[in-house]
């Protein structure tokens, strides 16, 4: 075997294997951007959570104090602040309002009327279609309105 021979042999073993690992390079780039993008939408329906969250609070807190005006009472009542919620989590103009679980719907003396809610949400909805059906993550969020 001649030197030439052997120096074509030792370069056709490395042949394709850059391309190889630029490939693999690429599948680890494409899966960093496909965690950054849901990573990115769960935390946009997060903050989506939380504005309805102070919506729907300052709506129950409103009413309630309208309701406490007109009877004369020096607390705000629960019931008539979680009536409040429902209905103006009905009346809203949100497409996925009803994914929207009110966790909890509290009053305190000094008229703060707090509201949480939770949702479940499914990161690159659609792109997940090999994971089970139960796969992703229950957002929840809180809000806060005060009367006076």
């Known amino acids: ?3 030439r ?8 073993a490395d042949d394709g294997s850059v391309s190889v690992f630029a490939l693999g390079w690429i599948v680890v780039a494409l899966m960093a951007v496909a965690v950054l993008v849901g990573a990115s939408q769960v935390h946009l329906d997060r ?3 939380v504005s309805l969250a ?3 609070a300052s709506a129950a807190a409103a009413e309630a104090a309208r309701e406490a005006y007109t009877t004369g009472a020096d607390q705000l ?3 008539h602040a979680e009536a409040a919620v429902a209905a103006a989590l009905a009346d809203g103009s949100r ?18 009327v707090t509201v949480a809610l939770a949702r479940h949400t499914v990161p690159l909805e659609g792109g997940w279609s090999w994971l089970p059906e139960a796969a992703g993550v229950t957002v929840t969020a809180q809000g806060s309105a005060r009367v006076g």
């Open 1 to 3: 075997m001649s030197v």
């Open 5 to 12: 021979t052997a120096r074509r042999v030792a370069s056709d």
């Open 47 to 49: 903050m989506r959570l």
């Open 54 to 56: 102070d919506e729907l």
């Open 77 to 79: 009542d629960r019931a």
């Open 95 to 112: 497409e996925w309002r009803d994914e929207v679980v009110v966790t909890a719907v509290g009053t305190e003396p000094d008229g703060t």
